[in-house]
């Protein structure tokens, strides 16, 4: 003998509708949330403007400082046919070559 196999959808147009709607609206709340707190984190600081002006600001870095001596002649780096250059680089940077591992 078989059971009668019984439908899970309710009979009502009233309750179709309002299951579907349970299963709907989280999900929609749940992409509208997920792209609200996404285009909220591309929060930018804009580094290229006042008073950073990261693009245009003169640099006066160690690094940078040695670069114009290269480009000006003012400095020749030194090779090792063993590590290149590093060594010549740290002792115009002042650097301890004791604290490179």
Same mark, same amino acid.
């Given at each position: 003998m078989?059971?009668?196999?019984?439908?899970?959808?309710?009979?009502?147009p009233? @309750?179709a $509708?309002?299951?579907?709607?349970?299963?709907?609206?989280?999900?929609v709340?749940g992409? =509208?949330?997920? +792209?609200?707190?996404?285009?909220?984190?591309r929060?930018?600081?804009?580094?290229?403007?006042?008073?950073?002006?990261? @693009?245009? $600001?003169?640099?006066?870095?160690?690094?940078?400082?040695?670069q114009?001596?290269l480009? =000006?002649?003012? +400095?020749?780096?030194?090779?090792?046919?063993?590590?290149?250059?590093?060594?010549s680089?740290?002792?115009?940077?002042n650097?301890?070559?004791?604290?490179?591992?």
């Amino acid at each position: 003998m078989r059971l009668p196999v019984r439908d899970s959808r309710p009979r009502h147009p009233r @309750l179709a $509708a309002r299951s579907r709607v349970v299963r709907v609206v989280p999900i929609v709340v749940g992409v =509208a949330c997920l +792209v609200v707190f996404c285009l909220g984190a591309r929060g930018e600081i804009p580094f290229e403007c006042e008073p950073i002006n990261y @693009l245009t $600001a003169p640099l006066h870095d160690p690094v940078a400082l040695l670069q114009a001596k290269l480009q =000006a002649g003012k +400095v020749a780096l030194g090779h090792d046919d063993r590590q290149g250059s590093p060594r010549s680089v740290l002792e115009q940077l002042n650097v301890p070559i004791s604290s490179q591992v």
